[in-house]
């Protein structure tokens, strides 16, 4: 079975081709797959994002799993990656879509191995957890974000990337005490979004909240605590506005966030404390001509791939 999924696209990081089959699982410790989906596009022309899970596993191509500063770790002698592919999605139907990425997640979640979601925008975030908690598991989750997503809808459409976490404030298995919503900044938030927040019980974590807090891991260990309050486990969704436009060309444009140092850390120092999957969206490859955006997820993975390790 070779490492290429479709045509010129391999599989992300030389993961195993778990594409044509799903029936050998026993040696994979974590298991990656791309929903390549945008709906609504909520601001002007700011489009692309279903190229993100192709894009994201070209560039992986370029890098192994070993980390010298990370007390030179290589991560592939510790974890066994699978790729199983995309999430088959309907551009013209939303409602089918969201079904068949909690469809196809549903399966990926009853292997109880790690997942790693590659969107696609934000709204893929719901679908994917709606699964996990339809099979009895009650989740907290961090959100790594420039934004909260939590507006009701954009449009009437209730599952855009602005509203995937009004969707799961709804969502029964969701405890919204163990949302923490982090790293928010900026005047692209609506102020009903914070009140959405703080109405449903959501904690909020801006990013002055950690620029003063001068310490990563504490902080990293904080958050976990209150995301783990109550819950069976602690999910990881990451958009790529959560850095500064600085360190994210192909992400949508928002200054003063986080520094690539200081993502890369929080990741792995939550991934320490133990969380079941993740995903990291809302790359944008035709408004990066480098891919400098598409290539540093590969960077946040494996340091929450390092993490997972460190964690067992």
């Known amino acids: 079975m070779n490492n290429y999924l479709y045509g010129n696209t ?4 030389g993961a195993k081709n778990l594409s044509s089959s799903l029936d050998s699982l ?11 989906w945008e709906g609504a596009v909520t601001w002007g022309d700011y489009t692309g994002c279903e190229l993100g899970p192709k894009v994201i596993r070209l560039t992986s191509a370029r890098y192994s799993g070993y980390l010298p500063e990370l007390d030179h770790i290589d991560v592939f ?14 551009p013209a139907d939303v409602e089918e879509t969201m079904q068949r990425i909690t469809n196809f997640s549903g ?14 925008d934000h709204g893929i975030t719901y679908p994917i957890l709606r699964a996990l908690t339809e099979q009895g598991k009650k989740v907290g989750i961090i959100h790594l974000d420039a934004h909260f997503d939590n507006l009701p809808s954009h449009q009437g459409d209730q599952y855009a990337r602005c509203s995937p976490f009004a969707r799961l404030y709804e969502q029964e298995g969701v405890r919204n005490e163990s949302i ?3 790293g928010i900044h900026g005047p692209r938030n609506q102020p009903e979004a914070g009140r959405n927040a703080r109405d449903a019980g959501a904690v909020t974590v801006t990013i002055n909240d950690i620029r003063k807090h001068h310490d990563l891991s504490e902080l990293a260990r904080e958050l976990h605590a209150q995301a783990k309050e109550d819950v069976d486990c602690v999910y990881l969704s990451i958009c790529s506005d959560v850095l500064d436009f600085a360190f994210n060309p192909g992400g949508p444009v928002d200054g003063n966030g986080l520094t690539s140092f200081e993502l890369v850390t929080l990741v792995h120092e939550i991934c320490k404390q133990g969380v079941i999957g993740m995903d990291f969206v809302e790359v944008y490859p035709q408004q990066d001509a480098n891919q400098n955006s598409a290539h540093f997820v590969s960077t946040v993975i494996l340091y929450a791939l390092a993490g997972l390790i460190n964690s067992k």
């Open 180 to 182: 923490i919503h982090t």
């Open 10 to 13: 391999p599989t992300f990081l």
């Open 107 to 120: 399966k990926l979640w009853e292997s109880g191995k790690f997942l790693i979601g590659l969107g696609g």
């Open 26 to 36: 026993g040696d994979i410790d974590a298991i990656v797959y791309g929903v390549p």
């Open 77 to 90: 002698e510790h974890i066994e990656l699978g790729d199983v592919g995309d999430v088959d999605v309907v």
